[in-house]
């Protein structure tokens, strides 16, 4: 492993415009260190000039958030993972480069998701 490369803690975190998604507002986005391994952060997304998303609305945004944790996790230490769990589809959790992820879809007023940014221990 090349030096640099492991962390042991969280020492950054990413900004507000970092997690904004095209088609979507930010209706909820609140940020938690809970040890100086762990980071949550809770956002919550609801569709720009209308009331709810549709079944193949929340598909594209699921993947884009799915991308959003695989880019945010490639600009990070090598140790420290992303992870995203869909609070109001399930609690279905997907871990960043992932390949067998489904949800149950329906219409939703906003999609409500944490991201957990955390130390990965090698041993």
């Known amino acids: 492993m090349e030096d640099g ?3 042991n803690t969280i020492t950054r975190s990413f900004e507000l415009q970092d997690y904004r998604i095209e088609g979507t507002e930010l209706s ?3 940020a938690d ?3 100086k391994e762990e980071l949550i952060v809770e956002v919550n997304y609801s569709p720009e000039n209308k009331k709810a998303f549709s079944p193949e609305e ?3 945004l699921v993947l884009k958030i799915r991308e959003k944790c695989g880019s945010f996790e490639a600009q990070l230490p090598e140790n420290i993972k992303c992870e995203v769990t869909f609070k109001n589809l399930g609690e279905k959790v997907y871990k960043a480069g992932q390949a067998d992820f489904e949800l149950e879809l329906g219409e939703l007023e906003e999609v ?3 991201y957990r940014f955390y130390v990965e221990y090698f041993i």
């Open 5 to 7: 490369k492991i962390k």
């Open 28 to 30: 909820g986005f609140w």
């Open 33 to 35: 260190l809970t040890s």
């Open 58 to 60: 929340i598909e594209k």
């Open 112 to 114: 409500q998701v944490t």
